[in-house]
Each structure stands twice: as C-alpha cells, then as structure tokens.
C-alpha cells in the first residue's frame, strides 16, 4: 500500500472491514440496528433521523431483506456510508497540500499542524503521536500516514475546537479586589418565566447557579405566619418561602463554582419578618456567610480568592450617623434618585414610606452595602469600597455613554450592579457589552429569557472555567487609563474567519428540510461591532458547504465576543435561528476548528457542528 491510494481503495479496505466485523452470523447482511451499533463503534455519531434516511435511500434502491427487514450488503454498507460520513470539506484540506495524494505524510502533517493549526515545536514523534491515536486505518497507522477518517477524529477532538480548551480551567488571577472582575448575575432569580404573571419557584436559583450565576437575587416581602416570602410585587407570579429560597441556595451555592456568591437582597419587609430573614440565613447558611467587617480605611475590597467558599449578603445597612428611615432604599426609590438625584423631599418621602431595617439583618451586611448614587463625584467623597450601588439599564448607559472615562474610575473602587427597567413584563433582556464596555460587575440579566443577551452573559462567563468571575481587562483596572469605549483610538487587529461547513444541522421544532446560511456578528466597543453572513444552500441541513471568508476589524479584542448563528431561510418570513454558539474573541484558537452548537437557551446540540478556519493578524496592513 502507499500514499497515492484512490479514495475509493482506502474506503473500500476500510469500510468493508467494519462491516465484516459487524456481520456476526456471517450471512453477508446488515440491518439498520446493526448498522446504529456499528455506527457507534466506529466512533462515528450521527443523528437517527439522517441514518434513518440515508439508510432508507441505499435499502429501496438495492432491495435487500433480512427477515422482514429492509438490509444493506457490503456494497450498499459502502455506499451508505460514503453518503453519511465521508467529509469533503477535510478531503479538500488533504488534496490541497498533498497534490491530490489524499493522505498526509508526516512531513505534510508536521506543516499542517503548524502553519495552519499553529502548533509549536512539532517533530515527527508529535505527528507519530496523533496518528497513533486518530487514524482509524490499522495499515495507514503502520505507515504513519493519516487519512480523511483520521483527520476527522483529530479535528473532532476537543483540543480543536474553536474555544480553547485551557480556558476551560481557572487560569486568571483571583487574587484582584472583587471590584475588577465581571461577575456572572441573574435578576428576579426566583422566575422561570415573566414577571407580570409567570411561574416562580425556589428551583429557579438551581438553574441559575447551575449555570455558573454567582449574583442572585431576592424580592423580599411580608409573608403569612411571620414567614417572609419572595416575589415580584404588584404582579401576579407566585409567591416562594424565603426559607425555601434559602434552602435551594444552599444546596447549590458552591456546586459550580467555589468562588464567593452573592445573595442580593431588595428588602420591603417589616423589622419582624427582616428578623426571620436574619434568623433563616444563619440557621441555613451558617458559617458560609462571610460576617467579618472591612476597615473604614480599606481601599479595596477582598479578593475571590480570599472570599472562597463564602456568601456575601448584598443589602442595606443601618448606619448610627444617619436615621433610620433613611437607610432602607431599595431599587425602586434608586431609580427615581438617578432620574433627579437633586430632588432631596422627593428622595426623603419616598424614603419614609419603607420600613425600618432590622440590626439582625443589617449585620449580615458586611462586604457588600448597597447605597444610593448622586454622581461620581458624590460616591467618592462619601462613601466606602464596600459600599456599592444599583443602577436600573437606561440610566447605567446614559452614564457609559456620556461619562464612560468617569464610570470606569468609579468601578475601579466600587461595585455597580445593573438590572432591567421594570417595563420589560415579558422578562426580556438588554444589551449587556455596553455596561461591561464600562467595567460594572454586577450586570444583572434574566436568565430565564431566551436571546441574544443570554447568548452574550454565556460567552462572557463560559471563559476562565466557568467560575463566575472573569478578570477585566487591564485598562478597566488600570487607575492612569484613558480608555473610553466611544472614543477608541488604538489600531485594529484583523480577523479572517472562513465559514467552511456544517454538520447535521437540525430544525428540532419544525423538522424540515432547511436551506441554512451562517451570520457572524463582533459584540464589543461600538467601532467593532459588525456582523456578515453567508450564502444560503438549500435543502441541505446535513452537510452543507460555504467556503466563504469574512475580515473584520477589531480594535478592543479583550472585549469582544464573537457569535455564530445558524439560521434556516425563508423567503415568506423571518429567518428561524436554529443554533448558535458565541465566545470571547481571546478565547479562540487559530487554524481549522469546529464550533461545537447550541440552541437558543445556551444547551448544547451534541452533533451539530460548524467547521471554520481562523486567522488572527496583529499587525494588518494599514
């Protein structure tokens, strides 16, 4: 055997074997069962509905039964599987560097893996290495060549996905004051669905910190029985125990992540029942609660790393030096402050009309005090880096829009936490890069609501493994930075993504045919954003081929996101979103990777893929 092989001879020796070793009775036939079975120890995955109708397709035309069961010879097996799992697109890449030889050689490997996957330090023993493990061709591994079936398990493989896989792990520094880390956040944590009417339920905040939140929150009001309750006041959504809110966050606060949690409480209780919060939050969070004071003089709040395993209880406080009505403010009464800061009686009347906070709770409040803002220049003379605020979307952008140097110097020192405008009665979500554009942490979104915004709050959080806490970049931490989101001056990189294929892309509502085309969008600083798309190819949702190339120009990477959206076309009405996947441009590797897909809730579809070749120039031609 050598290197110049016919596709149609590696195939043949290959295929041909797997169907003699699935042929247990020897009788020269494979039924559909038997075909999934060896499907499965060939490592290959295919969707049943595609196995299904490639299957049926070969089985009518060659007319073969075994017993009263449609079955396929080694010809049609061949044929078969040619039709499901040869990939031209990888057959191309081999051709195309080997001069049609269709199998890489180690010396053609070794200049695959590093001028287009950008290995280093790769020697023969490296590329002796990944055909050992990846060649599915006993022959081919012997003479250390690798075919298309191998390609495919190397690139199938997740040190070839797109999002590297080192991020998959804590690798940044947690040791940074909380304030320099964006924080993954849930609003109206206790919702499942909207909060005009929908379902509210303890088992929210498993989703939510399932998914790896580790801000959430409690609407909190008087109960019956003395037992405080949680839900969405003036709506009809159902109304959840505070103990048993408490209970689930126990149960899940540290499954996903050790790093500190957030219980963010907005307070309308009356002092007795604030006193049963307190009592409920030490009985079942004990010692997870992180009661230790922070100096007057601290200039900055602890670190994640030094907070581990704690909860830190976000509220109001009663301070000795001011009245006691004046202490409860919660996000309602902040909001109408930040629309006219300068009103004083109407902040006061609006004060009055809450009750007193409880001494029992407000002990709880050590890291994490929630005050009112007036302007920058206020908080800094007045308060505290434990001392923190709220902020409803609308005024939190007005502010990074027309005071984006300032916004970033506060959220140096001071926690800001950012939550949707109470219009928003369906629970749908705002644009989140703009806040994080600024460094707020604390960028609260509904988690529970399908869309883009979820898509962008995932990619963000899905680097430094998951945690919860992303280290901002240097210049949100940088005390002399100048950097302003809306007035970006630095010179671009440039990014060449090629779109060169899928793989079973699938339409689960609908189960059509689709006509599918790939739209790439860059969610960052306003100068990056941009978005293109590809052809559409129709009828053809199973492996559909692009080949097309999109340049964009990025001038903050370390903000970026960028998100892939397979959508199906339809010329009588909107385009149907049927898989997404979006992550942080500084978490993508170069050369040919997959893009392994999800569905609109950020949950995975195991077999649907895109398969992309990515280039990243730092220094482009002006």
């Not at 299957?55 to 010809?75: I, P, Q, S």
């Not at 505070?242 to 050790?258: C, G, M, N, P």
């Not at 009464?333 to 300068?342: F, G, I, M």
Request: with cysteine.
């Amino acid at each position: 055997m050598n290197s110049s092989l016919s596709l149609d001879d590696i195939q043949k020796e290959w295929v041909r074997d797997w169907f003699r070793r699935a042929d247990l009775n020897g009788d020269k036939l494979l039924s559909r069962s038997e075909i999934e079975n060896v499907l499965k120890e060939m490592n290959a995955t295919f969707d049943p509905r595609a196995i299904k109708n490639f299957f049926n397709a070969v089985a009518v035309e060659r007319k073969l039964k075994k017993g009263d069961k449609k079955a396929l010879d080694e010809e049609g097996f061949e044929e078969f599987y040619k039709m499901i799992g040869l990939r031209k697109d990888l057959l191309q890449i081999i051709m195309q560097l080997t001069d049609d030889k269709q199998v890489f050689d180690l010396d053609t490997l070794k200049y695959f893996l590093t001028n287009h996957q950008r290995m280093e330090g790769v020697t023969d023993e490296t590329c002796i290495a990944i055909i050992e493990k990846h060649e599915v061709c006993e022959e081919f591994r012997k003479r250390h060549m690798l075919t298309v079936e191998g390609l495919r398990a190397f690139l199938l493989h997740s040190s070839n996905n797109l999002f590297n896989p080192a991020h998959n792990a804590v690798y940044q520094d947690m040791n940074q004051p909380l304030s320099h880390y964006f924080i993954n956040s849930s609003h109206n944590t206790y919702l499942l669905e909207d909060q005009m009417v929908g379902r509210g339920t303890a088992e929210a905040y498993f989703h939510a910190l399932d998914i790896g939140c580790r801000c959430v929150e409690a609407d909190c009001h008087d109960g019956d029985n003395g037992e405080p309750i949680v839900y969405h006041k003036y709506t009809l959504v159902d109304k959840v125990l505070f103990e048993d809110v408490i209970r689930s966050v126990k149960q899940h606060a540290l499954k996903t992540s050790k790093y500190p949690l957030i219980l963010s409480l907005e307070v309308s209780c009356s002092v007795e029942q604030q006193d049963r919060m307190a009592e409920i939050l030490k009985e079942l969070l004990g010692d997870l609660i992180f009661t230790k004071s922070i100096s007057e003089d601290a200039e900055r709040l602890p670190s994640p790393e030094e907070l581990k395993g704690k909860v830190l209880i976000r509220g109001s406080k009663l301070r000795s030096h001011k009245i006691v009505k004046e202490a409860s403010i919660d996000e309602d009464e902040n909001k109408e402050n930040q629309e006219n800061a300068e009103n004083k009686e109407n902040r006061e009347r609006k004060a009055s009309e809450h009750p007193k906070i409880s001494k029992q709770l407000s002990d709880l409040v050590t890291a994490f005090q929630k005050v009112t803002f007036v302007n920058f220049e206020h908080f800094r003379e007045n308060y505290k880096c434990y001392q923190g605020t709220s902020m409803v979307e609308a005024y939190a952008e007005v502010l990074a829009k027309e005071q984006g140097a300032e916004f970033i110097k506060h959220n140096l020192k001071y926690m800001t936490r950012v939550y949707p405008d109470g219009v928003r009665f369906a629970s749908s979500n705002y644009d989140p890069m703009p806040l994080w554009n600024v460094g707020c942490q604390i960028v609260a979104l509904n988690v529970q609501t399908r869309g883009e915004e979820l898509q962008m709050l995932h990619a963000r959080f899905m680097d430094n493994g998951g945690c919860g806490y992303v280290l901002k970049p240097s210049f949100l931490r940088d005390p002399n930075s100048c950097f302003d989101p809306y007035n970006v001056t630095r010179r671009p990189i440039e990014l060449r993504l090629r779109i060169v294929s899928g793989q079973q892309l699938m339409n689960n509502s609908t189960r059509d045919i689709l006509d599918p085309f790939v739209r790439v969008r860059i969610c960052g600083v306003p100068i990056d954003n941009a978005e293109q798309k590809t052809g559409v190819v129709d009828n053809n949702g199973f492996n559909p081929i692009w080949n097309q190339t999109f340049t964009f120009q990025i001038h903050v990477p370390e903000l970026a996101i960028v998100h892939f959206l397979v959508r199906d076309h339809d010329a009588h009405s909107s385009n149907d979103t049927i898989a997404q996947f979006a992550l942080p441009f500084t978490s993508m590797q170069q050369g040919y990777r997959h893009v392994y897909l999800q569905n609109k809730l950020c949950q995975p579809l195991p077999m649907s893929s895109l398969f992309v070749y990515c280039e990243i120039d730092n220094d482009p031609s002006p």
